[in-house]
């Protein structure tokens, strides 16, 4: 049996072992927490790089190429990153139109028509049948209205399936919408499908105006042409200015037909072309200063100058109701038509107030009525 020096002796040792196993403990565990701090610290430092190159900043951030980075997975990386901006993507028919970054011209020497392909319009939206027409138009300056070519009247504008560089001129600015269709008025311009949004526009530019465009984007390119002007209040010299006829001399020809009526149609009195420098002149100086009118709204209807106008004109003989129709073909290869009809008031081409009668005396020595 032990004596109380050496029971105490005992119990001195087993203190000594059990401090110094808790010694160990500590110092484990002081290890295994500064572990997990040094790879906080890396995590971090690594969320902190990561986060210039998240989606939608403006700075994007691409990798540096080095003589290390030859690997096929280091390859492919940089390689999708650094294309991103001049990409290119296909269609449902596998055709490519690349993108194109605003200001700039395309590099590409060529580059395939791919038409916006229009769905037809809501019924319920629309009560004048026009839910049966597929169009995409576009609106520049508020005011100016183009539509697509269709690849039928391709040949009227020697366009081929294919734009090269040199078909681009100047920049225009992207697409917006105006609006959804609930929400526009008469005579207002409207959101469309498909939504030409964000597209890049061009001066198409081998005619040398802005009477024609292209527009590039959703995986299209398409020439467009203008068409006239969603506001009233603008004359033919504003049409003029578009096309880029500056005098009489840009006037290749006038092509013409004059119908009147027979019951319930037209029929073609007579129908020519105008060629003689004199008459292509006289043409221009006329039409360039007439004035135009535009209705206090949309909804006030026609002014009454006209529709009295147009009261007098019922009791004239057939005969006299001429109407002609008028195609001029400019020297640029565009075409810009107008309607007149010289017995109606003193003679009335829609959009402008009436001839003079020296005007309208011209006018009909003209296309000899």
């Known amino acids: 049996m032990k004596t109380s020096d050496e029971m105490l002796k005992s119990l001195l040792k087993r203190r000594e072992q059990y ?13 295994v927490t500064a572990s997990f701090a040094i790879c906080f610290s890396a995590a971090a430092l690594v969320s902190v790089a990561a986060a210039h190159n998240f989606p939608g900043d403006d700075t994007q951030i691409l990798p540096v190429i080095t003589e290390n980075m030859t690997s096929a997975a280091n390859t492919d990386t940089i390689t999708s990153v ?3 901006e001049n990409s290119t993507t296909s269609d449902a028919v ?29 019924p319920d939206t629309d009560a004048f ?20 070519i269709p690849e039928s009247d391709f040949s009227l504008y020697g366009l081929d399936t294919v734009l090269h560089k040199s078909d681009f001129g100047d920049f225009i600015g992207t697409v917006t919408e105006i609006g959804p269709y609930a929400e526009a008025i008469l005579s207002s311009p409207c959101s469309q499908e498909p939504s030409l949004t964000g597209c890049d526009v061009y001066v198409y530019k081998p005619v ?3 009477a024609m465009i292209i527009v590039r984007g959703n995986n299209c390119c398409s020439v467009f042409r203008f068409t006239g002007f969603t506001e009233e209040g603008f004359c033919i010299a504003d049409n003029y200015r578009i096309l880029n006829v500056l005098s009489g001399n840009d006037i290749l020809r006038i092509d013409y037909e004059v119908s009147i009526p027979d019951g319930t149609w037209l029929v073609t009195k007579k129908k020519g072309s105008i060629t003689a420098e004199s008459d292509l002149l006289t043409f221009f100086d006329t039409t360039a200063k007439l ?4 209705r206090e709204s949309a909804l006030s209807g026609d002014p009454d100058w006209l529709n009295e106008a147009r009261e007098t004109y019922k009791e004239k003989d057939n005969s006299e109701k001429a109407e002609i129709a008028i195609s001029l073909v400019l020297k640029n290869g565009l075409t810009m038509h107008i309607t007149y009809q010289p017995n109606l008031g003193t003679g009335y081409i829609p959009g402008h107030f009436f001839l003079s009668e020296e005007e309208n005396a011209v006018m009909r020595k003209v296309f000899q009525e």
């Not at 049966?132 to 300056?141: F, G, Q, S």
């Open 291 to 294: 004035q135009p009118f535009a």
């Open 19 to 31: 401090i110094s196993k808790q010694k160990e403990k500590k110092k484990r565990r002081i290890k």
């Open 94 to 122: 596998g055709n490519t139109c690349p993108d194109v970054k605003e200001n700039t011209t395309p590099a590409e020497t060529a580059i395939q028509i791919i038409l916006f392909r229009a769905t037809a319009k809501s």
């Open 82 to 84: 650094m294309t991103t």
């Open 208 to 210: 040398h105006c802005e």
């Open 129 to 148: 049948g026009e839910d049966e027409l597929t169009h995409v138009d576009v609106i520049l300056d508020g005011n100016r209205l183009y539509e697509q």
